[in-house]
Nanobody, 123 residues
Framework: QLQASGGGLVQAGGSLRLSCAAS????????VGWFRQAPEKEREFVAA????????YYTDSTKGRFTISRDNAKNTVYLQMNSLNPEDTAVYYC??????????????????WGQGTQVTVSS
């Protein structure tokens, strides 16, 4: 099981850091991606990181504002979100991707999903 946490209500221009932790399995064996889903919209890719933490991949809308990182000793992946705007409002999910696959934005490629955490950005 994966569990995303750290969401909340923040004003535009503010920051939040999300965490993704695993129970019952180790995240160290997987690449990890973050996705988000706003009401009545499809789930969309945000960022992903390889198992080693060396390679990362971002969607254009978050590049330069969001940073994905991981601490394998803590079995946790983070998403630092800066310069938030109301368009970032969504439920954020983390998901595990088999380590032998290239980083991808495709939802269907991710094997395990956690419960999401709500991020609300007020204007």
């Amino acid at each position: 099981q994966l569990q995303a946490s750290g969401g909340g209500l923040v004003q535009a221009g503010g920051s939040l850091r999300l965490s993704c932790a695993a129970s019952g399995r180790t995240l160290n064996s997987y690449a990890v991606g973050w996705f988000r889903q706003a009401p009545e919209k499809e789930r969309e890719f945000v960022a992903a990181i390889r198992r080693s933490g060396i390679s990362t991949y971002y969607t254009d809308s978050t590049k330069g504002r969001f940073t994905i990182s991981r601490d394998n000793a803590k079995n946790t992946v983070y998403l630092q979100m800066n310069s938030l705007n109301p368009e970032d409002t969504a439920v954020y999910y983390c998901a595990a991707l088999p380590a032998d696959q290239p980083l991808t934005s495709k939802v269907a490629e991710y094997t395990y999903w956690g419960q999401g955490t709500q991020v609300t950005v007020s204007s």
